[in-house]
């Protein structure tokens, strides 16, 4: 009984964890999804993982075009999109390792700097320095403002677990 209730408890709160190392990605933070935010700053504070979300949310004059490729994005070619959202609050699951490409398609916003090439690392593996070689000038005098609130969820979830475990332990000994 005793050993069943713990196998029980280690999936449930691996479960717990997997989910809590998942990040929701507030796109441009608190400013949001506007041309006046600098993206590159904000990326680069910013680890993405398969499995996190990316929340664009903006109001009525934007939108979110997703691009093909490093081309379209450099160029802002908006006219052969992956997909395109105007909710003003979308949701992008990031389900798969690589590059991604956002654009606003409001005339003017792209090449005024309202666009983002992200990287989504593989699962558990932390590669926040995948270093590409970006040719566009991307001066990152950046500040590092990186106290992601990921590895807060994710420490609590393991003090959690951990805490789980030991009480069921203890009810195994007596
Ligand atoms: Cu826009």
């Given at each position: 009984m005793g050993l069943k209730n713990t196998i029980m408890l280690v999936l449930v709160a691996t479960l717990m964890v997997k989910e809590a190392l998942a990040t929701q990605h507030v796109v441009g933070?608190?400013?949001?999804?506007?041309?006046?935010?600098d993206f590159n700053s904000w990326t680069s504070g910013q680890t993405f993982k398969v499995g996190d979300k990316l929340v664009f949310k903006y109001s009525s004059m934007h939108n979110v075009v997703e691009l093909g490729g490093e081309s379209d994005y450099k160029t802002c070619n908006?006219?052969?999109?992956?997909n395109t959202m105007s909710s003003g609050n979308d949701v992008v699951k990031l389900d798969k390792p690589g590059p991604r490409y956002f654009t606003c398609g409001t005339l003017g916003h792209c090449s005024q700097g309202m666009k983002m090439k992200i990287t989504i690392a593989n699962e558990?593996?932390?590669?926040?320095?995948?270093?590409?070689?970006?040719?566009?000038?991307?001066?990152?005098?950046?500040?590092?403002?990186?106290?992601?609130?990921a590895s807060l969820s994710q420490s609590f979830a393991y003090i959690v677990f951990i805490f789980a475990l030991a009480v069921n332990m203890f009810q195994l000994m007596i």
């Amino acid at each position: 009984m005793g050993l069943k209730n713990t196998i029980m408890l280690v999936l449930v709160a691996t479960l717990m964890v997997k989910e809590a190392l998942a990040t929701q990605h507030v796109v441009g933070g608190t400013q949001g999804w506007d041309q006046s935010t600098d993206f590159n700053s904000w990326t680069s504070g910013q680890t993405f993982k398969v499995g996190d979300k990316l929340v664009f949310k903006y109001s009525s004059m934007h939108n979110v075009v997703e691009l093909g490729g490093e081309s379209d994005y450099k160029t802002c070619n908006i006219n052969n999109p992956v997909n395109t959202m105007s909710s003003g609050n979308d949701v992008v699951k990031l389900d798969k390792p690589g590059p991604r490409y956002f654009t606003c398609g409001t005339l003017g916003h792209c090449s005024q700097g309202m666009k983002m090439k992200i990287t989504i690392a593989n699962e558990g593996t932390p590669s926040s320095t995948t270093s590409s070689p970006s040719s566009s000038s991307s001066s990152s005098s950046s500040s590092p403002t990186s106290t992601s609130t990921a590895s807060l969820s994710q420490s609590f979830a393991y003090i959690v677990f951990i805490f789980a475990l030991a009480v069921n332990m203890f009810q195994l000994m007596i």
